[in-house]
């Protein structure tokens, strides 16, 4: 990384993916209220009463931001009895439910670069969406997808399978791994013509199997794949070591999952009632709690833009009041009642976040910001809200 006047001038070595990442132009400076600029002071007075008169607030956003933001974040919420969701969806949530029903046997990327000598990517591109994971850690692969993808150009083998299917395909894994019988016969057969039973036969011969997939496996496949894969990951330990690594769309979502499960217990959808959460996965979402009309204030943390389309076009959503915390320089074509300007995270903002494969890792700020970090104007707003009662 080349720096000139304070800017990053040049990128070497940096997949797409970074380089967008990187090159984001800076947000305002300013805070605006009701879209008018505005003082600090003024905004965080603005953001409490807001805050203070809401019915039902609702905290979202969050899976782009430091693990300190959104530690701040959950305290906001128990402070104001909101909802906090971070979820894209029914299928997001699908999956996190499934996690916690089945388990999920993970690795780090060190593991796979270094054991690993079957890695099965399953509905997934991660040559696409994560550039560098197949070019550092993976040598070769198995691509098991509904079409052709860059992923499955670069496979040692590509098997094409209905993404309808994919959950009937695990369960005929189990079936077969079920019975140690019909498992060491597969195991066995030298060239398989068919190409469910060369994988079944990879994977029984293997030392250690990584099948990676990406948190949209739900809405692509079904949410009960999530659960069969699972099982069938747990049923292939039984004869070899066998893992399931998720690949996170976003840069820090599993940190948003782990801060609010270590401080309530819970994942997603979680709401407080004088200061004790509550989880209710089915109402406490951000798509249930729009299209319902049951938030009567938004605190966004980062781009709108990131929510669900069936959020964004809701005619609710408009007219619901909103507090942002802007990271981004995109025009918003809503008008939010509160803006405020924020360092983004591994930019112009240093703090701790977690890799896909729940390592912790602590990107340092390239940047000088003039914006406050994301966590002190949650702070500030904190105050603000207790010099009011």
């Not at 974040?73 to 894209?88: P, R, Y």
Request: net charge negative; hydrophobic share 40%; charged share 25%.
């Amino acid at each position: 990384m080349e720096m000139r006047d304070g800017q990053i001038a040049e990128l070497h070595n940096v997949c797409k993916v970074g380089e967008s990442w990187f090159h984001t132009p800076a947000p305002p400076t300013s805070c605006f209220v009701d879209g008018k600029q505005a003082s600090r002071e003024a905004a965080v007075e603005a953001a409490a009463k807001l805050i203070s008169a809401a019915r039902l607030p609702l905290v979202c956003g969050l899976v782009d931001q430091s693990t300190e933001t959104q530690r701040a974040a959950i305290e906001l919420a128990k402070k104001s009895n909101a909802v906090i969701d971070w979820t894209s969806g029914r299928a997001a949530a699908a999956s996190l439910l499934a996690w916690q029903q089945v388990g999920n046997v993970s690795c780090s990327f060190g593991e796979i670069r270094q054991r690993a000598d079957l890695v099965i990517t399953w509905f997934c591109d991660p040559v696409r969406t994560h550039p560098r994971f197949i070019e550092r850690f993976v040598d070769r692969y198995i691509a098991v997808d509904q079409t052709k993808t860059n992923t499955t150009e670069g496979a040692e083998k590509s098997i094409r399978v209905d993404s309808s299917t994919a959950n009937r395909l695990c369960r005929q894994l189990r079936r077969h791994f079920y019975n140690v019988d019909t498992a060491n016969k597969i195991a066995n057969v030298e060239s398989p013509e068919d190409a469910f039973l060369e994988l079944a036969s990879r994977i029984q011969s293997s030392q250690y199997c990584v099948f990676v997939c990406d948190d949209s496996l739900a809405s692509r496949c079904g949410e009960a794949s999530v659960v069969s894969l699972s099982k069938l990951v747990r049923l292939i330990n039984d004869f070899t070591h066998c893992r399931l690594l998720v690949l996170h769309a976003h840069a820090n979502a599993l940190g948003i999952e782990n801060s609010l499960s270590w401080t309530t217990g819970f994942p997603f959808a979680v709401g407080f009632r004088n200061g004790e959460p509550i989880f209710r996965p089915d109402e406490f979402t951000v798509e249930h709690l729009i299209s319902h009309r049951l938030a009567d204030l938004v605190i966004c943390f980062g781009d709108p833009q990131q929510l669900p389309d069936r959020v964004l076009n809701h005619p609710n959503f408009r007219e619901v009041n909103k507090i942002v915390f802007d990271d981004t320089s995109v025009e918003s074509p809503m008008i939010d009642n509160v803006r405020f300007p924020v360092a983004k995270f591994g930019v112009g903002q240093s703090g701790t976040g977690f890799r896909s494969d729940g390592v912790p890792v602590k990107p340092v700020a390239h940047l000088e910001s003039v914006d406050r970090p994301c966590d002190w104007w949650v702070k500030q707003i904190i105050k603000s809200i207790d010099s009011c009662h």
